[in-house]
C-alpha cells in the first residue's frame, strides 16, 4: 500500500517537487535543442529521466548542506537553486554564466548556495566531499555533505578510500549513488562484480539502503531519514537509487547497446507523469494547476535561453584570471 | 637566529602557524603518532592533539583530496605525502583538482592548502624511490611550488606557503634534512614566493639551481675560483612563481649561464629555463647555455652506478668550463 503523499508533506511541498523535477526535464530538453543548433558544444551529459533523485535527495536535505556532483549535474544544481539563466549561459560559454563561461555543463558551482560542483573526472568528487565534511565537522557546524554520483564512480580507488575515510575519522558524508545501469556504454553488471551497490558498503561498515529512484516520495524519504542519520551520528551513510537516464551518455552518444524494450520499460516508468498522476487521484492538484506549472517551467527555460543567446562572451583577459589568487 | 636543521626548521614552521591559526590541520600517512617517516612532523601530536594532527590511511589521491575539500570549506591543511614518488597516484587530485578548481569555477572559490613531499635520489632507494618530479608540477598551471635549500629557507618558505590562499606544492629534499644552518627565531619570519636568493655574486656564469643542487653549485663555484672562474648562484627557491627577473639580469651581466637540475634531462625544468634566457639575452650571451641535469634512466641501486645518475660538483664544473670555453666552430 502506498504511503499517501499529504501523509509526507504538506501540498504546496508537493508541487514544488512536481515543478522542480518539470523544470529540470524541460531545461534538460532544451539544452539537447541548443546543441543540436549548435549553441551549445563540448561534451552534454542530461539527466533526463532521472529527476526524482536530484528532486527528492535535495529536498531532503538542509540548505547549509554541501552538496557535490559529477558531470550529469544540471538538475542537481537547478534544484538547489541556481538560476536557470546563469546555468544556460554557462552552457552556452558566456561570461554571465554560473562559472564566468570557464566550467561549462561538467563543472557548475555555486558556493552562496553550498553547490560545491560537478567534477568531470570519475569519482574525482569523493575525496573532496570527505574534505568539506571534515571542514564542518571541525568548525562544529551542523552540516553534511552530500555526495552524488553514478554507478559507475563505485570502481574508481577514490571511491574505496573515501567510504573508507569517512567511516574511519567519523565524517558526516552522505553518498548518493544514482545508479542508471551504465557507465557510458557498459552496463552495470559487466563493469562490477557486486553489481547490487549498496550492498559493497558492507566492507566499510557503512549502513546502505536502495530506494526506488523514479519515485520522488521514496527518495525524499530515505534521503531525509539518512541524511538525519548522519546529522545524529556523525558517520556516512550510503543509498543507492535505481534510476534511467532515457538518453545516451552524452549528446554524442546514440545509446545502441541498449534495447528498445528496456528503453520503453523504463519510460513507462517516468517519475514526471507518474507523479502528476498521484497529485491528481490525491485531489493535490488539479490539471489546470498542472498545465500552469508546465506553462511556467516553459517560460523558465525560454527566458533562459535568451538570456545566454543575449549574453556577452568572455573578455580575452579573462583566460589569465581566476588561475591565482 | 639559532642553529638547527632543515627538518627542525620545517618542523618549527608547522608548529608556529598552527600555534598562529587554529585552521591549520596536518595530515598524511604516520605523520601523527609515527611522527613522520623522515621525523618532520615530531611533537605536533603531542602539541596539537589528534584534532588537528591526523594519521591518514594509505590512500594518497584521497589524502591529496581530502585536503582540497578541507580547503575549500575553509581550513588550511597541510598534506604530506610520505614521498614525492607517491604523488603520483594523487597526480589526479593534484592535477585535475587542486590546480584547477579555482579557475574552472570561475575564481568563486580557493584552495590554502599545502601539499609537503619529500624527494631527490641519492639514498640507494632504487628506481621507485628516489625521483625528482618537480618538472611534472611546475608543467601545470594553477599550483605554486617551492623548493627550499636552507633551513632558513626551509622555514621562511614553508611559512609562507601555508598563509598563502593558493594550492602549494611543497618539496623537500631527503638529503638535505640532516643539514644545518642559522634560522631566525621571529615568528614572522617569512621568504616570499617567487623571489630567488643570490646565494653567491660572481661575475663570469651564472649558475642557476634550486634545493640541493644549489648546494653543489656553490662547492662546484669554490673549485672554479681556484681556477680563476667567477661564479654567481642563484638559488631559485620557488619553481612558481619562477623569478625569472634576478637569473636574467644576471645572465645579461655574466654573459654566460648553467643551469643544474636534479630531474631527468629530456623534458626537464632546465631545458625552459636555458630556453628563456637564450630568448631574453641572446644578444649578450658569449656561449650557449649549458645544462646539468639527472641522466635518463630509472635510478638504478648500486651505490656507485647511482651516483652517475644525479649532478655532482665534478658534472657542474665540467658544464661550467664547457660554457667558459666556448668557441663557435
Known sequence: METKLRAVLPDNELLRLHEQMLLSREFEESCAEQYTKGHITGFLHLYSGQEAVAVGATAGLHLDDYILSAYREHAQAIVRGAEPRRVMAELFGKATGVCKGKGGSMHLFDPSLNFMGGYAIVGGQFPVAVGLAFSAKYRGEDRIAACFFGDGAVNQGTFHESLNWARLWELPVLFICENNFYGIGTEVHRSSALSSIHRRTCGYDIPSEKVDGMDVIAVYKAVKYAAEKVRETGRPHFIEAVTYRFRGHSMADPAKYRSAAEHEMWKARDPIPAFAKRLLEEGIATQAQLDAILAKAQATVADAVRFAEESPWPDASAVWEDIYV | ?329
Not at chain 2, 649561464?257 to 649578450?284: M, P, S
Open chain 2, 1 to 329: 637566529m639559532s642553529e638547527m636543521t632543515y627538518r627542525d626548521a620545517l618542523n618549527l614552521a608547522m608548529k608556529e602557524e598552527m600555534r598562529r591559526d587554529p585552521s591549520v590541520v596536518v595530515w598524511g600517512e604516520d605523520v601523527a603518532l609515527y611522527e613522520g617517516s623522515f621525523k618532520v612532523t615530531r611533537g605536533l601530536l603531542a602539541e596539537f592533539g589528534e584534532q588537528r594532527v591526523l594519521d591518514t590511511p594509505i590512500s594518497e589521491n584521497t589524502i591529496v583530496g581530502v585536503a582540497v575539500g578541507a580547503a575549500m570549506g575553509g581550513l588550511r591543511p597541510v598534506a604530506e605525502l610520505m614521498t614525492v614518488n607517491f604523488a603520483l597516484l594523487a597526480m589526479d587530485q593534484i592535477i585535475n583538482h587542486m590546480a584547477k578548481i579555482r579557475f574552472m569555477f570561475g575564481g568563486q572559490t580557493f584552495l590554502p592548502m599545502v601539499v609537503r613531499m619529500p624527494g631527490g635520489g641519492g639514498s640507494q632507494l632504487g628506481a621507485q624511490h628516489s625521483q625528482s618530479l618537480e618538472s611534472y608540477f611546475m608543467h601545470c598551471p594553477g599550483l605554486r611550488i617551492a623548493y627550499p635549500t636552507t633551513p632558513a629557507d626551509a622555514k621562511g618558505l614553508l611559512k609562507s606557503a601555508i598563509r598563502d590562499n593558493n594550492p602549494v606544492i611543497f618539496l623537500e629534499h631527503e638529503l638535505l634534512y640532516n643539514s644545518k644552518g642559522e634560522v631566525p627565531e621571529d615568528p614572522e619570519y617569512l621568504v616570499p614566493f617567487g623571489k630567488a636568493s643570490v646565494m653567491r655574486e660572481g661575475t663570469d656564469v651564472t649558475i642557476v639551481a634550486y634545493a640541493r643542487m644549489s648546494l653543489l653549485a656553490l662547492q662546484a663555484a669554490d673549485v672554479l675560483e681556484k681556477e680563476g672562474v667567477s661564479c654567481e648562484v642563484i638559488d631559485l627557491r620557488t619553481l612558481n612563481p619562477l623569478d625569472t627577473e634576478t637569473f636574467l639580469a644576471s645572465a645579461r651581466r655574466t654573459g654566460r649561464a648553467v643551469v643544474v637540475e636534479e630531474c631527468w634531462r629530456t623534458a626537464g625544468l632546465g631545458g625552459d629555463i636555458a630556453h628563456r634566457i637564450h630568448e631574453a639575452c641572446f644578444d649578450t650571451l658569449l656561449a650557449p647555455v649549458g645544462r646539468v641535469a639527472g641522466l635518463d634512466v630509472p635510478m638504478p641501486y648500486s651505490r656507485e652506478i647511482e651516483k652517475l645518475c644525479i649532478p655532482r660538483v665534478e658534472t657542474i664544473t665540467q658544464a661550467v668550463k664547457g660554457v667558459m670555453q666556448w668557441q663557435p666552430t
